[in-house]
């Protein structure tokens, strides 16, 4: 089986910054997509950032210039970089990621726990 642990949530004042990471591990053949969503609570899950195996990344309108993400091939990990945060930031933070288990199989969705992101005004 396979997990994603993420790490990094937390309080912040608007503003300031947070750095969330995302760990695959388990039975891992190739990992294709890996990326970042957020749910803020009564709204739906929404996209905001994506990078593949090439590394081309792509990133949601209201992140773009403030967030970056980035990706260890060999830690199997990606990373948020967020700055500038502003409190409608504020949403659980979902890894997700790509992964073939097996070269015979396609790739599945994997989604990890999720980590609290609240930015304060």
């Known amino acids: 089986q396979v997990q994603l642990v993420e790490s990094g949530g937390g309080l912040v004042q608007a503003g300031g910054s947070l750095r969330l990471s995302c760990a695959a591990s388990?039975?891992?053949?190739?990992?294709?997509?890996m990326g970042w969503y957020r749910q803020a609570p009564g709204k739906q899950r929404e996209l905001v950032a994506t990078?593949?195996?090439?590394?081309?990344?792509n990133y949601a309108d209201f992140v773009k210039g403030r967030f970056t993400i980035s990706r260890d091939a060999a830690k199997n990990t990606v990373y948020l970089r967020m700055n500038t945060l502003k409190p409608e930031d504020t949403a659980v933070y979902y890894c997700?990621?790509?992964?073939?288990?097996?070269?015979?199989?396609?790739?599945?969705?994997?989604w990890g726990q999720g980590t609290q992101v609240t930015v304060s005004p």
């Open positions: 990078v593949n195996s090439a590394g081309s990344t």
């Open positions: 388990g039975s891992i053949f190739f990992i294709n997509a």
């Open positions: 997700q990621a790509n992964i073939r288990t097996d070269w015979r199989f396609e790739s599945v969705a994997f």
